[in-house]
């Protein structure tokens, strides 16, 4: 199984030339694109590629214990000073980082500028 993304054509290769790729090779293997664009995205993808790979129960429990260290984090952090986070992905031209990373700088206990 190949893991791409096709997201962000700038972050990475997008998933249509990696299909080719593996066409190319003809090396047969899945291509699946993942395309988070939250948190609980991001831990959905990991029992996607847990149940594609047959192990959905071990996938599903990873998943619930990553959940469980984020609200744990979000729980420290509540009544605490807010530091002001600023989550850049790119200088030029400026970007700010988007999908989930507004969630983890919450999460953390930082306030977003």
Do not use: F
């Amino acid at each position: 199984m190949v893991l791409t993304q096709d997201l962000c054509d700038v972050c990475a290769v997008s998933c249509a030339e990696v299909s080719r790729a593996v066409r190319v090779q003809g090396a047969g293997p899945r291509v699946l694109s993942l395309e988070p664009r939250t948190l609980d995205d991001v831990l959905d993808c990991l029992v996607t590629v847990g149940e594609l790979l047959g192990v959905r129960d071990v996938a599903q429990a990873r998943r619930e214990a990553l959940a469980t260290r984020l609200e744990a984090v979000r729980t420290q952090t509540v009544g605490r000073p807010r530091p002001r986070v600023v989550a850049i992905e790119w200088l030029d031209p400026l970007w700010p980082a988007g999908h989930w990373v507004p969630e983890q700088i919450t999460y953390a206990g930082a306030a977003r500028h």
